[in-house]
């Protein structure tokens, strides 16, 4: 299974091919949008791996844009025992929400790709034509 080491929004992250993230927030950036990274730290397999100083050269992940988000309010309270001294303050981090669909090696060559993404309405109709099937019999 090959997987990536990227960099992004000042923190790193291992990725693997069809894998979803939580990252930063991506800024002008639209929902069903395709993104590229550059900035490839390592890359490889269960065999080989190419390390970068700092980056690899050439090397590149891209990746499709789910939606952009905020996370759950996280409060942050200050006391001061005894003066009577308090503070309340709330924050809601900026995400980007991203699915991984190809990792490029140096020279341009694809290394792991995503599966499709397959939609099961085929399969509910199938389940409900046997439903209606049984009810008309009895």
Same mark, same amino acid.
């Given at each position: 299974? *090959?997987?990536?080491? @990227? =960099? /992004?929004g000042g923190k =790193?992250?291992?990725v693997k091919a069809g894998e979803i993230l939580k990252i930063e927030r991506l800024e002008d950036s639209k929902a069903e /949008?395709? $993104?590229e990274f550059k900035e490839i730290l390592a890359y490889g397999d269960d065999k080989i791996i &190419?390390? +970068?100083s700092p980056t690899v050269e050439g090397a590149k992940v891209e990746a499709n844009l789910i939606e952009n988000g905020?996370?759950? /309010? @996280?409060?942050i309270f200050k006391k001061r025992r005894r003066q009577n001294s308090r503070r309340k303050n709330g924050h809601r981090q900026q995400y980007s929400l991203i699915r991984?669909?190809? $990792?490029? *090696?140096?020279? +341009?060559k694809v290394l792991a790709e995503a599966e499709k993404m397959v939609k099961p309405k085929k399969k509910i109709e199938k389940v &409900?034509?046997?439903? &209606?099937a049984e009810t008309a019999s009895k």
């Amino acid at each position: 299974m *090959s997987y990536a080491i @990227i =960099q /992004t929004g000042g923190k =790193q992250y291992k990725v693997k091919a069809g894998e979803i993230l939580k990252i930063e927030r991506l800024e002008d950036s639209k929902a069903e /949008t395709k $993104i590229e990274f550059k900035e490839i730290l390592a890359y490889g397999d269960d065999k080989i791996i &190419e390390v +970068g100083s700092p980056t690899v050269e050439g090397a590149k992940v891209e990746a499709n844009l789910i939606e952009n988000g905020k996370n759950r /309010t @996280i409060l942050i309270f200050k006391k001061r025992r005894r003066q009577n001294s308090r503070r309340k303050n709330g924050h809601r981090q900026q995400y980007s929400l991203i699915r991984i669909s190809k $990792i490029f *090696s140096k020279d +341009g060559k694809v290394l792991a790709e995503a599966e499709k993404m397959v939609k099961p309405k085929k399969k509910i109709e199938k389940v &409900e034509a046997k439903v &209606e099937a049984e009810t008309a019999s009895k």
